[in-house]
């Protein structure tokens, strides 16, 4: 997949803008608060229906306008695409070829879009529930039916929640709970799977940093266990009903991961956290171009100014190698001198306007 051209209207500090795109990576070139972040989130946005920065959709309208419109033309395989976005106050419509699209399942296979940017990390180092939501939404990105069991899960977790709350009846919770076995045992047995991928993907790619360099993943949970599962539900069942909340299930599964031996979360040094971050990134776009036969889009947000030279080398190389195409953002022009001669496109953004400027 490829974006052909994108447009604009009234789309958070954008008033109007049409740029053409005819290279395969582009730099988005602009000082702070200037729009890069906001041309990736519209490129997310039509991929996915939704925002990755809020889930208010009054506030990605331009804050003088009621309504706004996103367009973007795409080249899938030779045939032409068009996504377009309409917002009126917190409504949102989405149209493919003109035809209203109501699953935004149908949308991905158009444009599906991967983002590296600090969030990532963020979440992955503070804590094991920020990491399992993180990593649920990459998943998500794989397996529609992921995506679909996780937010049955949910629904049910939040309904046993507001039964313990309200000292709800025992056999509504025992049906809740009969459900919850079976959700939960999906969810993490998929979840690891997915999980146990991506490490694989991940160990090759920093082997190619390092050849020394190693990476396991410590997926802790019962799970996967369909005997140790329900035991946990009856074990707990009267603790719940103290602490007033679900304390068993799949929202507790505990993910790590080993880098050369030890947690690279908890003792590994910044710039090892930040490869292996990345390596977790790279994973995914990897494994997106095997699961829908193209590459996604790739979307970067500032990652340059986190690693040394060495690193930032490799990483930049390696997304330069693959036929994505991408979308890089930089507020330096220190980038423009390591890319010097190389057949990229480069846009200036200031202050709500982008421009080619070569
Ligand atoms: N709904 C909106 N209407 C108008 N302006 C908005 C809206 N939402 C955000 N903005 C403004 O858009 C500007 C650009 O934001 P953006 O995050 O794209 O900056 P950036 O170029 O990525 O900057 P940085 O280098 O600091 O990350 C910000 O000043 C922000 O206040
Ligand atoms: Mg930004």
Redesign the pocket.
């Known amino acids: 997949m490829k974006i052909k051209a994108i447009s604009l209207i009234n789309f958070?500090?954008y008033r109007k803008i049409d740029i053409s795109i005819d290279s395969k990576i582009n730099l988005l070139i602009?000082?702070?608060?200037?729009?890069?972040?906001?041309l990736l989130e519209a490129i997310w946005l039509c991929g996915y229906g939704k925002s990755y920065r809020t889930s208010n959709t009054k506030?990605?309208?331009?804050?003088s306008n009621k309504g706004s419109e996103l367009r973007i033309e795409l080249n899938n395989l030779g045939f032409k695409n068009e996504i377009k976005v309409l917002i009126h106050e917190n409504v949102k419509k989405i149209f493919l070829n003109d035809k209203r699209i109501k699953n935004r399942a149908e949308l991905r296979k158009i444009l599906s879009a991967v983002i590296l940017d600090k969030d990532f990390k963020n979440n992955l180092e503070k804590s094991f529930k920020p990491r399992r939501i993180i990593l649920d939404s990459v998943i998500s990105n794989f397996s529609n039916g992921f995506n679909k069991k996780l937010k049955l899960y949910n629904k049910e977790i939040k309904r046993k929640n507001e039964l313990l709350n309200s000292n709800g009846n025992n056999e509504l919770l025992n049906f809740i709970d009969n459900r919850l076995i079976e959700y939960s045992y999906k969810v993490s047995t998929e979840r690891k799977l997915w999980l146990s991928r991506i490490t694989i993907f991940s160990e090759k790619i920093l082997k190619k940093l390092n050849p020394e360099f190693k990476l396991e993943l410590v997926f802790n949970s019962y799970c996967t266990n369909t005997k140790l599962l329900s035991e946990k539900f009856k074990l707990n069942s009267e603790k719940e009903k103290k602490a007033k909340r679900s304390l068993t299930g799949s929202h507790k599964d505990e993910i790590s991961f080993l880098f050369n031996g030890s947690d690279i979360f908890e003792f590994g040094s910044e710039g090892e956290k930040k490869s292996v971050s990345m390596a977790l990134k790279i994973s995914e776009i990897l494994l997106l171009k095997k699961i829908n036969n193209a590459f996604p889009i790739i979307l970067v947000d500032?990652i340059g100014s986190e690693f040394d030279e060495e690193r930032f080398n490799f990483f930049f190389n390696f997304i330069k190698s693959l036929e994505a195409q991408s979308f890089i953002?930089a507020?330096n022009k220190n980038i423009l001198e390591k890319t010097k001669n190389q057949q990229f496109g480069i846009f200036s953004?200031i202050d709500g306007d982008c421009k080619k400027i070569s």
């Open positions: 958070r500090n602009g000082r702070n608060g200037q729009g890069k972040t906001n506030n990605l309208i331009n804050f500032e953002t507020n953004i």
